[in-house]
């Protein structure tokens, strides 16, 4: 169902990187992307872009 779709696609483990201009200024990771992307918006953490990385919850940490 689209719920389902909708629900594996949100909670998809990621690594994540925060961009200001070409420097990396911070890494993360999560299973709730949106919503922590959202979080450091609020936080007034100063970036312009981002990028991320699928993964799986095993491979979260490695790749951090």
């Known amino acids: 169902?689209?719920?389902l779709f909708i629900a594996l696609?949100?909670?998809k483990p990621r690594v994540y990187f925060l961009?200001?201009?070409d420097e990396i200024?911070?890494?993360g990771s999560t299973t709730q992307f949106e919503s922590r992307i959202?979080?450091?918006q609020r936080s007034k953490k100063v970036?312009?872009?981002f990028s991320y990385i699928?993964?799986?919850l095993e491979e979260m940490e490695?790749?951090?």
Request: glycine share 4%; proline share 0%.
């Open 25 to 27: 200024v911070y890494v």
């Open 54 to 56: 699928d993964c799986s």
């Open 47 to 49: 970036f312009d872009k």
């Open 19 to 21: 961009f200001d201009g």
């Open 38 to 40: 959202l979080s450091h």
């Open 62 to 64: 490695f790749i951090e």
């Open 1 to 3: 169902s689209i719920y």
């Open 9 to 11: 696609y949100h909670f």
